[in-house]
Every structure is written in structure tokens, then in C-alpha cells.
């Protein structure tokens, strides 16, 4: 599954700082978010970037979500402390704020802006673990919060 994760760019697998254990503590402490395990392993992989699938099938989950029908495009997952802007979970974390969400409730796993692919803290399923969401910020007056997954194993699978 990994191997047909993360877009298979030699060269970029070669730019991404490999994930270590300091860096996970920190973030964790730092965001107060203890990530899954799932998400993890996937990092020790590769430490986020690019993805070779970037349609997620909500119309076969029946979930719906706003401007979407069949698929939600996820362009890539974040990374920890991976040294590249695009997909670094601080970087884009941090950009919450920026778009009115609170940093407290959520973690950055994708976003443009307009929308957000995040870990919510404030949802967690019975393992404890935080629920996958999908934050539409361009449809109507208030964010749409959609829960994508009941967990991170779930949500990449």
C-alpha cells in the first residue's frame, strides 16, 4: 500500500527529511495531538509529500461534502518537520489561523486554503485516536465539517 502512496519521485523521496522520534514528540507536545500510529508508520515511509491517487471516493462512502460529488481531490499529506513548505504539518498547521479556524481543534494534513484535510481533536473515535475531517471554508457563513474518517487507517486505505 505504502509504494502506491506517496508519488514515486526518486528525487523527491530524496529532498524529504526522513521522519525521527524527536521531531514526532515535539509536534505532539507542540499541538497537543498524540498522532496514530497509522499515520506514523506511513511517515516513516515517507515523510509526507505528493500523492499518486488524489481522489478520495466520498460518493462510495456516502459522504457528502460541499462542491463535491463523487471524489474529493487530496492533493498530498503532511509530513513532520519534512522541510518542505508545501507539506510540513507545522507549516500548514500554523496557516489555520490565517483562515479563522482554531490551531487548538485541528491539525493540517492537506489544505488550499478553501478547504482543509485535518486530524480533529475534538472528535475521537473509541481507541482515542482524532477523527479525519474535511473543513470546507467557501459555503456559506460558517465551516462545514465533515468527518471523512473514524480514523487515520481508515481514511488512507
Not at 39 to 62: A, E, T, V, W
Not at 75 to 89: A, F
Not at 92 to 114: P, Q
Amino acid at each position: 500500500m505504502k509504494d502506491g502512496f506517496f508519488t514515486s519521485l526518486q528525487k523527491l523521496r530524496q529532498e524529504i527529511k526522513p521522519l525521527d522520534n524527536t521531531s514526532v514528540l515535539d509536534v505532539e507536545k507542540k499541538y497537543s495531538i498524540k498522532f496514530p500510529e497509522s499515520y506514523i508508520n506511513l511517515l516513516r515511509f515517507q515523510n509526507g509529500g505528493y500523492l499518486d491517487y488524489s481522489n478520495y471516493p466520498i460518493g462510495l462512502l456516502k459522504i457528502k461534502v460541499p462542491f463535491s460529488d463523487d471524489t474529493l481531490t487530496i492533493r498530498g499529506l503532511c509530513g513532520i518537520r519534512n522541510e518542505s513548505r508545501d507539506y510540513d504539518i507545522e507549516e500548514n498547521t500554523d496557516l489555520l489561523e490565517e483562515w479563522g479556524l482554531d490551531k487548538t481543534k485541528y491539525v493540517a494534513l492537506d489544505n488550499d486554503g478553501h478547504w482543509w484535510i485535518c486530524f480533529d481533536k475534538t472528535q475521537l473515535n473509541q481507541n482515542g485516536e482524532p477523527k479525519v475531517v474535511h473543513i470546507e471554508l467557501e459555503y456559506g457563513d460558517s465551516p462545514v465539517i465533515t468527518v471523512l474518517a473514524d480514523s487515520f487507517s481508515n481514511f488512507y486505505k
